[in-house]
C-alpha cells in the first residue's frame, strides 16, 4: 500500500515539473527578459563659443564640412524630396559682420523664380534664455555657394532657409538651416525647439 502511494506522489511530482518546464518554453533563453529595440540617445549637447545648445533628436549629427562649422546636423528629407534639409552651426571668433549685415546677405542668397529679389522675408526678435536671437525666414530660389572660395553658385528652387543670430557672451554665433521647403517646413517646430536650448555655457 505505502508502494503504491509513493508512486503515486512521484507521479504527481513529474507532472508538476513537466507543466512548470512548458510555461517556461523549450528555449532556455525565452526564460530571460528579451531585449528592446535599440533607443538612439540623439545628438549629444554641444558648447561652442560661449553657448550650450541641445539638437533633437530626430537630427543626425555630421562632422563638419569646412573649418568654419562649429557643428553641423543632416535633417532627413520627405519622401519625394531629393535632398535633406541641414542646419550648421558657424562662429567667426566674434566676428563675422553686424546682425542687419547678416540678415541682408541671408535675404540676398534668395530670389523669387523670375529673379526677382525676394520681398516678403520675415524678419523677428526674440530671447532665448537670456540669449537675444534675430531669426530670419525666406523662401525662393536658393543659391547655394560652392566652388573655390565659394565664389560659384548653383540655383535650387522651393528652398526655404531658416536662420539665426545668437548674440552670445563670446560674440555671434550663426545658425543657418536650408533644405526643400516642404522638409523645412517639417522641421520648423524642432528649429525653434532647438533655438530654445540655447543658454550661456557654464
Known amino acids: 500500500m505505502m508502494y503504491r502511494y509513493l508512486r503515486c506522489d512521484l507521479a504527481a511530482l513529474v507532472l508538476l515539473t513537466a507543466m512548470l518546464t512548458g510555461c517556461a518554453g523549450d528555449n532556455p533563453a525565452e526564460t530571460e527578459s528579451a531585449p528592446g529595440p535599440a533607443v538612439s540617445a540623439g545628438p549629444a549637447p554641444a558648447s561652442a563659443a560661449g553657448l550650450r545648445f541641445e539638437a533633437p533628436a530626430t537630427w543626425i549629427s555630421e562632422t563638419p564640412s569646412s573649418s568654419m562649422r562649429l557643428a553641423q546636423y543632416r535633417l532627413p528629407g520627405l519622401e519625394g524630396n531629393p535632398e535633406d534639409a541641414e542646419l550648421a552651426v558657424f562662429y567667426f571668433g566674434g566676428q563675422g559682420g553686424s ?20 520681398t516678403d522675408p ?29 565664389a560659384q553658385t548653383t540655383a535650387k528652387e522651393n528652398y526655404r532657409m531658416l536662420a539665426a ?5 563670446a560674440g555671434p554665433t550663426f545658425f543657418k538651416l536650408t533644405g526643400p521647403q516642404p522638409t523645412v517646413d517639417h522641421f520648423e517646430e524642432s528649429f525653434n525647439s ?9
Do not use: C, K
Open 194 to 202: 532647438f533655438l530654445d536650448t540655447l543658454r550661456p555655457a557654464q
Open 99 to 118: 546682425v542687419q549685415a547678416n540678415v541682408d546677405r541671408w535675404i540676398g542668397q534668395f530670389s523669387n523664380a523670375d529673379g526677382s529679389p525676394v
Open 165 to 169: 543670430v545668437a548674440e552670445g557672451p
Open 122 to 150: 520675415r524678419v523677428s526678435q526674440r530671447d532665448a534664455n537670456g540669449i537675444p536671437l534675430t531669426i530670419v525666414d525666406v523662401r525662393g530660389t536658393y543659391h547655394q555657394s560652392q566652388g573655390p572660395m565659394m
